[in-house]
Every structure is written in C-alpha cells, then in structure tokens.
C-alpha cells in the first residue's frame, strides 16, 4: 500500500501516528525557514511540514506545483494559533520523515484554483487539470453519488436494469440519428438511438414489468448550451399502470434524490393540465417559484381610447398582463429592451403601468379612463412601486409572447418564493397538424395513448387537434426534466395513429414494424418516462449549461477539445467499411 | 392500480382477501366445468378459477394463451390434495368475481415454455416471447442485480463513477474502430470506443482517485460466440496502487458476486506467473478446476528407440504429456479423433498410453523399453484405467499443442474438483515481436508499465522481447474474464514505449497525443483493469455464448432480428452526412 491515509481524512485522533500520504502539491511556502507544503488529493489537503535540519528539505524546496509526492511522516498537533477549523484536517500537519516524488508536472496551463477564470475552450482541452479543481471534482463526485441514489431506489421498487443496444436501427425521428456503417453488411449502417423508446417497451411485451437504465442518448442536432450530442437518461418503464403509478415512483425517486442534495421537497408535485399552463403562463414549462400570474383584462379595454386594443377587441383578440411587482425597478431604458425582446419574438408591442406616490404612469396614460385605471389596479392588485406589462394579441399567438414577458419578468428577480418547484404539465395534445409537411405529428412520441376518454376523437377528422393524451412532462423551475406518457398497448390503435400520422403501412413496417409486431403478441398496458440526467444533475448544481456536469464534454461544435474528435480517418479504414466522403 | 398483488406473492396468509392480479394467460383447463387458468408474470404463477356460474365464465373460456388480463376475486385455499407445494403461490387460488381484458393476442411463435426447443434466429426475431420464458427473464434479472452488486461494492470502496463519451476519437487499434460520420464537421469521424482506457487514465491525472463504470465498449470484428459488436465491461481504474492492491479490490468484488449468487469463494486467488503457466498448462488461461499436470518426460526418452522422439531429443526439442486419468474412457476411434484435432492444429501426432489389468498398452508399445515404461508409471503416476497422452516437438511450439490437448482432456471430464478456480495470471511479457509488421506491438495493452525491476531492460535490444510488465489477466475455470495493469504514468517512459513499438513522434501525437500529454502534468502512479460483464454472468450462470444473458443480442453476422439492424438508409441522409457508398 502506497497510502495508508488520504489527504482528507488525518484530524488530531491520529496524532502520533506514522503516516503516508499521496497526493498533488497545491502549493508550498517558507515560513522563517520552515517548509510548509499543501499536499491534495480527491478527498481534501494536508499541510507537510519541512524543517530546515531535514534531509529531504533541498528536494521538498524544490517541488513544483502539481509534482506528485508521497510523503511519509508523523501527525502533530499544529502549533496554537496556526489550527485552520475550516478544514478537516486543519487542526494537524504531518512532520515530514520520508519524502518520494512519484512525478513531475509540466507548469500547468491555468492554476488549479477555483477563483482562476479561464475560457470553457481552454477548460475542456486542458480537462485534467480542470477536473483537479474544486468544483469540477465536486460536480462529478455528486453525479457519480446521484447515480447511486436513483438506482438504488428503483431497485428498492423492483425495477430491473436492462442495457439496450446502441448499434441499433435507424427510426422514426431519422433525420437526426447518427449512422454508423457496418463492415461486415457493407451499404448498410447501425444508428445510434435516440432513446430505447421501443426497446423499453418491448421489455414491456417481454414481460420484464419495471424497466430503467441511466441510458446513453445520441441526437445529430445543432447545439445549445443544454444539449449535447450524446447525453444520459434515467430511462424507465413500468407495466400495468396508470399516469398516476408513473407519477409515484418519479415523486418517490426525485425526494431521495434531494434529500440526498440536503432538501426536503414536498409530493406530491403540482399538476396542470397543458391548455392551463398555456393560459395561465404561456409555456408548457411554467417556472413556479415566482407567483407572477398572467391577467386577462380584455373586458376593462373593451371600449378603450387606445387603438391597438380596440382593434384587439373588436377582432376578438385578448388583453393579457402580469404585475411584475416592485421585485425590481424598471428604468425607462430596460423598459425599451424588454419591448425590443418581445418585438423580435413577434409581439406588436408592451405596454406598461407603474404607480408611484399613489399615482399610475404609464405608456398609454393619455388613453387610459379614470374607470379603466381602477378596474386595472383591482384586477392586478397594483399596490405602491409595481410595475405592469401588458400585451395583446389573437387568442392563439399571444400564448408564446406572455409566456417570454413572465420570463423576463422573472430572470429579473432574485427571489424566488420556492427553492424547487416541480409541475406536472400532463395531457398534452395527441396530434398537431403540421402544415409543411401536410400531415399530423405526434406532439410529443408517436406511441402515446390518447385518453381513454377522448378514443373516439380518433375518428372525427375535425376532433384530431383536440385530442388529449396520456402525455406528461415533469418540470422543475421552469426547465423541462423529462418526458413521458402511458402509451399505446393496443396494436390497432397505435396503428390507427400513425395512419392518422400519414404513414402508409409500408412506411408503419419500416419505421415501427418491431413494436407494432410485439404489440399484437399481448402487449401489457404500460407506460414511463425519461428523465434528462445532465440537466437535473445541472439544475440542482445551479448551472445553465450540462458541460459542467459532464467529465468530457463536447463544445457547442460537437468538437472536444481534448481528444480532437472528430477527425479524418484513413483511406483505408474507408475502404474496409466501403464508404467515401463526398467533395 | 390495477393490481394489489403480483403473481408471484399470494399465500395463505391472504385468505379471503379481495385481490387485483394482472398477467399472461400462461395455459388454462376445463376441469369438470370449471375453468382453471394460469396467470403468469415475472414474479410467477397464480391459479384463477371460474366456476360456471360466473358471468364471466364465456369470455374467460375464451382466452387465448398470452391474452393479457386483469383479474379481481377473492384468495382462497385449494381444496385438499390440490395444492402444489413447489411454487409460492401453491397452496393458494383466486376465485374469479371480475376479468378485464386488457389485450390479445396472436398465436405465438413459439409456445412460452421451458422446454421447447426453438433456434436461435427465431428466439431473436421474437426476443419478446422468449425473454417471457423462465430462463431467459431470470438471466436478465439475475444480470441487473449483480450490475448492482458490483456497484454498491465499488461505491463502498471509494469509487466514483464516471460517464465517458461514446463518440469519441479514432485511436490505437484503429482498425476495429466503429467510425460514426460527423454532420456539423463533414468529412470527419467520431469513433465509438474499443475501451474507455485513455478517459479513465485521464481520470486519475484528473485526480479522481479511484473510476469506475459499467461501460459500453465497440469493436467491429468477426464474432464468435462469445463476442458480440459491443459489449459491457466493468471498468476500474485506481491511483496510488499497485498490483496487489488492483487484486484485493476485484477479490473482493467476486466475493460478493459469486455470494448473491449463492456460492462462497476462496480469497486471496490463485496467483501465476505467466510463463509458470505457460509451461505448466500451455495457456496463459489455465482451467484450474482440474489437475492435469503437464509433466515433462524428454529423459526418459532419451535413448528411446521411437524415431520421432528421439528426434525431438536430438534437436533440444522436448516431450510432455498428460495423465487423462480414468475420468474418460478412451475409445481408439475417439483417441484418433483427438489426434486430428492436434494435427489440425499443427501437432505432429499424439502418443498414447493406457493401463488396463496391471498392463501398459501403447500406440508405441513395440519401441518402449521395460525401463522407459516404468519410468513413465512412475512420471505420471499411472494407475489401473488411466489414459496418459504425449506430444513432442520444439520448446516454443509445444506450449500451445499441449494446452489444447489439456483443454480437450478437460471437455471430456465432467467432474470438475472445483466449481469456481480463479487463477491471476502475471507478468506478461511487455512487447512481442510482430515478424508481418516488422516491429514490436504490446503483448496486451500499450500503456501498461513495464515491471519497476525490468525498467532497464528498455535500454537494450537484445532483452526487449524478454521484458516483464505489471500486465495481469483475471481467469476463471479457463475463462479470461478481464485484463488490467499498472500503467505507466511518467511520460518519458510511455513514449520510449511508443518508440519501440515503431511509432514516430507525429504518430505518438495523432495516436495518443491526449494521453502522453497528460502524463506530463503530474500523473499519479495507476492501475486498473476491466473485466468482462457479459462473459461473467454467462460462465455464472453456465452459458457458452453471451448472447443467453444479453436482452437484445446480435447474431454472428451482426445482424438483429428483430429490428433488423443494420438496414439500409436514404440517400438525403447520406447526402447530408457528406458520405456516400462506394460500389
């Protein structure tokens, strides 16, 4: 054994004893002659002590940063006054009796230090010493122990984990699957999957009853801070249930999960119905930890002064707005960018309302009734120092646009009322009509099951958009975390779908034939979800973008930096897999 | 819920409960009126019975095998001398008040039963009906606990575990790289990984202590049975160790394994140098579960009058063979057959020798000289019924023809003195000498570290192909279930390495350049290894072939039946890949 402590661990029970550490200098200093060397490992620092009397003391001085020791020696108590209480070990030093230097280290592109800022480039070419820091370690240990929790509690409700194939066959949504070519089938390619969508639920068929896998997911799709090309899920399936036995075991599994962060969330979770979230925030993932509720106050304009309401009304259009409170003080100018914002989203316009000294300001003031002021200060509660927007639109576009408004509305704030605040969204729309490719699409996964109440509708050609499914998203703080619904078990109705979807039954074979053929050999009632494993380990640690929680990730070029993939590759690799690159 | 309980938990203890079961129809009869079905899922069987007078004894009676049904009544014991004590739920039955259909089904493929014989294309074609037999569903839950007792182990030992990328880079054994073509960077390649071996070194650069994962790893060569085109390995990787302390962690983990399933095995393992176990097994896997020495005999024969040994005698060459003991008896048309197998290998021919009634017969009776036969009674401890086998030829081409007819001795014993033998094999040569390519190539792993006290041998020429290396392979009953080392963690080292295996500095850049250049920021000393996981579950559970304990498996030309990967893709999709296929 090289260690028989880590740098983490020695406090002043092991004073006296003979120890050896290893680790990575973190720094060293002289103190009137006196050595004193920070030795680091994955598990906390260690401070060395060097006196001048001793025989290694000319190597020890001539340690460079992040060389890797190991170092031998006896634990002491650190002279009074020179205790650090901040740290574990920081009530001991180790006297240093035998000291080995085990490496040596080039000067490392950027100090391992968490208050060094370096560019993400840098960062992820020079991951090693990015991971040497605090925080990225930190990161990592949490994902790794996050990981744990989630299995360790499904398999405490009896679910099994399956690994799916990842050679697998290119599907529904094609177009964003990365091919692989296969040698041995030459002209033929393997695509990596999107999801084990269908292997799941054929493990259904299978009869395996509970189903998860923290599963490695690929999409060839241009990329935002929170994608990545390849990214993880906490996949999961589950036979002879409902939305709600779904629902119970996500609950279950994300209060183990902050509980093991140090939180105490509340089950269960809010639930909405998708056509309340839209109306009342706008989006389909309404961040709650805000109150800031969405008014409709088309009935006090309906006589207005003030044209481009009038004209609302008069097209049966809807005046919508939100009281932004006095969370924060808008100037005139961030009053401009905001209207800049919804403008370049689409919106006609903003219109604002604030009272100060008792008095409402507002952009239309000169159109504004004594009447329709009182009714607007009672309708949003306008109290001293509030801030109102309000826009107007068609019933249908004004949705998008009240929805960003209350983002912005709330990136501004700095309070929220809850720390964590989970939603059901459920019941999203079976079909949407797309009117480019001139056919319905499936809004969400093309193997959702409509409400059983709502099975008729399939064969009313004018009911199709209507059509509520078994289709839920779990939300959390206005980020989607997952996605999931009770599917199709029944072969005619996901076949009856996909027709209704516009394809023919060749295509129905082609895309779906293995699931469509499973479902016809008793097929159990089933349904799940897949949760993004990035993202929630990313919000729980505060970040926008998964690379922080990623060891290797890739840039937003699909490029890293580290490794140089992708590259070229020979000729004849090509060969072999009878391939060529188009000029 | 749909269901209270599942088939496999009610017992007396549920008397006369009201119950909700859902399941497959597994058979069902018609017993003087009364119906008896048998409803199956994964936890097991339960006896629903349905009197005539039921409402719904029509629709019950027409069940088909595999409809699935949800069945409510009460829990009631079986009449006297109807119970069957060897299921759980045996002594129990429920009588049928309400039946659900949730789904049909077509005729199965082939009957959900134990002891139909199916072939292997069909059972992958309708993997869904054949995981819902008894075996299959037992493997793959058996899998899925034993991935997590192999996690909960690693986690209680330190380990973190770490997501490595799935697309990554093209690297060193190239040739069986899987190529993926990248979108956004047309005419480069991602590739998928063979192991995450650079990631999890640059792991512990990192300074992440001790790695692990259950990784998925690709490689696209032809398969045998007991390979598939990706398969899952337990990946380790430890700082601050040495070889011991890689083993005493992996010994431990087998411990647990082997105790889930069942079985209590000896720790510390079996330990072996390679070339000991060359020259005593002729393999660097050794089945140690059996004895059969190899026993050397050349001075015996050293004045034989058998022209072929002496031959081998005057060329230095040597003579070895076997005592097959009485396990098997050895027809004449059965030691023929074992001779072809030895000459289809490159053997010259194969000598026997048999006692039977006090008396040595031989295929070489009338060369052998009282003196000699006694000599090899006494070599090989000869008893009554004993079968001892014996080839000659040079000291080098020996060890491989004497390991197989070993291996073909033990095929025909089937009363192994063990049932698990661990052996780690040691210290494996670093580089051997590839004549073809003109150059040396590591024996195993191109980053393993040569062993400390060998160090200098890199120096000279003449001792390279004699050089020892921290290489150690895990064997279990003459399986290789993994392969690890101690790396070389000093840079300078890594690269005389690279140089003697031919490479030039740019191909040490192109090939390894992450690599080598984060040993140069202050690697730690490092090892691990990686164990197969599919190969382990199968030799558990008794499998030859990998393909019984994995859900979704491919076939040996690569293709899945069920899916029908891989298959052909559009042009538009090529096209956007930039790649085309080259007639």
Redesign the interface.
């Known amino acids: 054994?090289?260690?028989t402590h880590?740098c983490g661990e020695l406090n002043l029970k092991n004073e006296g004893q003979k120890v050896s550490l290893?680790g990575?200098v973190d720094s060293k200093r002289n103190h009137g002659g006196v050595l004193f060397i920070v030795l680091?490992?994955?598990?906390g620092i260690t401070q060395i002590v060097v006196e001048p009397s001793n025989k290694h003391f000319n190597s020890a001085e001539n340690l460079g940063n992040?060389?890797?020791i190991?170092a031998e020696g006896t634990v002491r108590k650190r002279p009074e006054g020179n205790a650090n209480k901040n740290i574990p070990t920081g009530e001991i030093e180790v006297y240093l009796e035998n000291l080995e230097i085990?490496?040596?280290?080039?000067e490392?592109a950027f100090a391992i230090a968490e208050y060094i800022n370096v560019n993400e480039e840098t960062r992820l070419k020079?991951?090693?010493?990015?991971?040497?820091r605090e925080t990225m370690?930190k990161n990592?240990?949490f994902?790794?122990?996050i990981?744990?929790v989630v299995?360790?509690y499904l398999?405490s409700n009896n679910f099994?984990?399956?690994?799916?194939?990842?050679?697998?066959?290119?599907t529904p949504e094609?177009?964003r699957?990365?091919?692989?070519?296969?040698?041995?089938?030459?002209?033929?390619?393997?695509?990596?999957p999107q999801s084990p969508q269908?292997?799941k639920q054929?493990?259904m068929?299978?009869?395996?009853?509970r189903y998860f896998q923290l599963a490695?997911n690929?999409r060839?799709e241009?990329l935002r801070s929170d994608r990545q090309?390849?990214h993880?899920q906490i996949d999961l399936e589950m036979?002879?249930?409902?939305e709600r036995?779904v629902a119970l075991i996500v609950e279950g599994m994300m209060k183990e999960v902050f509980k093991f962060a140090g939180y105490d969330i509340e089950t269960p979770f809010m639930d909405m119905e998708y056509e309340e979230a839209m109306l009342k925030y706008g989006t389909d993932k309404p961040d709650l930890r805000y109150d800031y509720e969405i008014k409709e106050v088309t009935e006090i304009f309906k006589n207005t002064e003030f044209k481009i309401f009038r004209q609302t009304v008069e097209s049966n259009g809807t005046i919508r707005g939100i009281n932004a409170k006095n969370a924060h003080q808008y100037s005139r100018s961030e009053i401009d960018k905001l209207t800049e914002t919804l403008k370049s989203n689409g919106a006609k316009g903003l219109v604002w309302l604030k009272m100060k000294d008792g008095k409402i300001d507002s952009s239309i003031s000169k159109f504004l009734k004594e009447m329709e002021v009182e009714s607007l200060k009672k309708s949003f509660d306008i109290k001293e120092g509030d801030t109102v927007f309000i826009l107007s639109d068609d019933k249908k576009n004004i949705l998008n646009y009240i929805g960003i408004l209350r983002n912005e509305i709330i990136k501004r704030d700095q309070n929220p009322k809850k720390k964590w605040a989970f939603l059901w969204v459920r019941h999203f729309p079976l079909l949407e009509w797309k009117a480019d490719e001139n056919r319905y699409d499936a809004t969400h996964n093309p193997f959702t099951a409509p409400l059983p109440e709502e099975l008729y509708k399939l064969d009313k050609k004018e009911e199709l958009e209507n059509i509520k499914s078994c289709q839920y998203d779990l939300v959390l703080n206005g980020v989607e975390l997952g996605s999931g619904s009770v599917r199709n078990?029944?072969r005619e109705i996901q076949e009856k779908i996909f027709k209704l979807m516009g394809y023919s039954e060749k295509e129905i074979y082609e895309k779906f034939?293995?699931l469509v053929e499973?479902l016809?050999?008793?097929?159990?009632?089933h349904g799940g979800i897949g949760i993004g494993f990035d993202r929630l380990i990313a919000v729980i640690c505060g970040y926008d973008s998964i690379r922080e929680v990623?060891?290797?990730p890739?840039t937003t070029?699909?490029?890293?930096p580290?490794?140089?993939?992708?590259?070229?590759?020979?000729e004849k690799?090509?060969?072999?897999?009878?391939?060529?690159?188009?000029k």
Request: glycine share 6%; hydrophobic share 35%.
């Open positions: 054994m090289m260690r880590t290893c990575w680091r490992d994955l598990y992040e060389y890797v190991k085990l490496n040596t280290s080039k490392p020079y991951r090693y010493l990015d991971i040497r370690k990592l240990v994902r790794s122990k990981a744990q299995r360790n398999y099994n984990e399956v690994e799916t194939p990842i050679l697998t066959k290119s094609g177009a699957d990365f091919l692989v070519p296969s040698r041995i089938n030459p002209g033929k390619f393997y695509a990596l269908m292997f054929i493990l068929v299978s009869g395996m009853d490695r690929f060839d241009d090309l390849e993880t036979s002879f249930v409902n036995d078990h029944r034939g293995m499973a016809g050999y008793g097929a159990p009632p990623i060891a290797f890739k070029s699909g490029i890293c580290m490794t140089e993939a992708p590259s070229e590759v020979g690799q090509l060969n072999e897999l009878k391939i060529q690159i188009k």
